[in-house]
């Protein structure tokens, strides 16, 4: 009988125990034994586990944040400590891992398999910044929680005519404030991938919109870029246009909630394939899903793969959002 386990680690996302229980269910319905790992590589250094069942992950689809705890365990990178999680492995009798988070998570998973224990990687973060993926756990429900929230602040920022900045999370990548941004239709989108000029990306913009009788504005920053204070450009947009303005940082609300379907379904299809390249004692690959389809590549492969911003849809949205 193979024994694996499961652990989520870095930020969490919405979907992350739809994976959970994907693994948990399918690892169970092939006759494995399934351990879950509490806290990511800090509880597996622990051997914090414990043996689940199929109704460990009852009621638990609809959740978010992870029944499993997550943590950032930056001293995973040592290969001392890499060795104590090998000794550990072989404690409990782990065959193979499912790791589910992102790109320093799938780090971990590489460095475990070359140790002997084989690991898959499952990508499951708000960002979206994993490029071997075009999808990840998480962002589709961040994204309709950014919408909604930047709805609600829409509402005030009329009523007051007035201008709104939004910083959204996503990392050194630009795609929740992009795309999160063209739902919004915000009339500036400021993203990492492209430089911008406050000048004349923002106070002209505003300016040239005012004149066809637009009175309030709503601005989506994006965390990841550069030199910008959103309390600062708040007052320098006054200063600028007279137009009163308010900053918002969305924060971590961004990262909790029920899962949309989308997530849902693309975690179950993520942690099911996980299990299946683990029955067949395939390890260090990462599960994904690439146009429409759900594929695996080797780790470092997959680590030193590129995924570029929707430049077109940036380009569009500037065009449509005057
Ligand atoms: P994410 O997985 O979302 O990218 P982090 O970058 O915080 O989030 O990484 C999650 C965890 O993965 C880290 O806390 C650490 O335990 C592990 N990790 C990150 N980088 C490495 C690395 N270079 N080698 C081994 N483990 C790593
Ligand atoms: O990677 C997910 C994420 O929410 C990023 O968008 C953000 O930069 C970071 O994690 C915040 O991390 P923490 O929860 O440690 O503040």
Avoid: W
Avoid at 24 to 35: H, I, L, W, Y
Avoid at 121 to 133: E, L
Avoid at 303 to 317: A, C, P, Q, V
């Amino acid at each position: 009988m193979k024994t694996i386990g499961v652990l989520t680690s870095g930020g969490d996302a919405p979907g992350m125990n739809a994976a959970i229980r994907a693994v948990v269910r399918s690892g169970c319905e092939c006759g494995m034994k399934v351990m879950g790992i509490r806290r990511g590589y800090k509880g597996l250094i622990e051997g914090d586990m414990f043996e689940m069942n199929l109704r460990s992950v009852s009621d638990i689809i609809h959740r978010g944040g992870t029944m499993l705890y997550s943590a950032r365990c930056p001293e995973f990178a040592d290969p001392d400590v890499q060795d104590k999680a090998v000794e550990v492995c072989k404690e409990f009798g782990l065959d193979g891992i499912v790791t589910i988070g992102g790109d320093g998570t799938f780090k971990g998973a590489r460095a475990l398999t070359l140790k002997g224990i084989p690991c898959i990687g499952v990508p499951g973060t708000i960002d979206n910044d994993i490029a071997s993926s075009d999808f990840t756990i998480g962002y589709d429900t961040a994204l309709n929680t950014v919408m909604d929230m930047v709805d609600r602040i829409r509402d005030t920022t009329e009523s007051h005519d007035r201008c709104s900045i939004v910083e959204v999370m996503g990392r050194n990548a630009g795609y929740l404030a992009l795309n999160a941004g063209i739902a919004v239709g915000a009339t500036c989108i400021l993203i990492p991938e492209v430089d911008y000029d406050i000048d004349s990306y923002i106070i002209q913009r505003m300016k040239r919109t005012q004149k066809t009788g637009k009175e309030h504005f709503v601005i989506v920053v994006a965390e990841g870029v550069k030199g910008i204070d959103c309390n600062s450009l708040a007052r320098y947009i006054e200063e600028k246009t007279g137009v009163e303005s308010r900053a918002t940082v969305l924060g971590h609300v961004q990262r909790g909630g029920s899962p949309s379907v989308r997530d849902r379904v693309l975690a179950s299809q993520l942690g099911f394939y996980a299990v299946q390249l683990l029955k067949n004692d395939i390890g260090n690959r990462v599960v994904v899903v690439k146009k429409d389809e759900i594929v695996d590549y080797d780790i470092i492969e997959a680590l030193n793969m590129k995924k570029s911003i929707d430049l077109e849809l940036y380009r569009i949205s500037n065009e449509i959002s005057i």
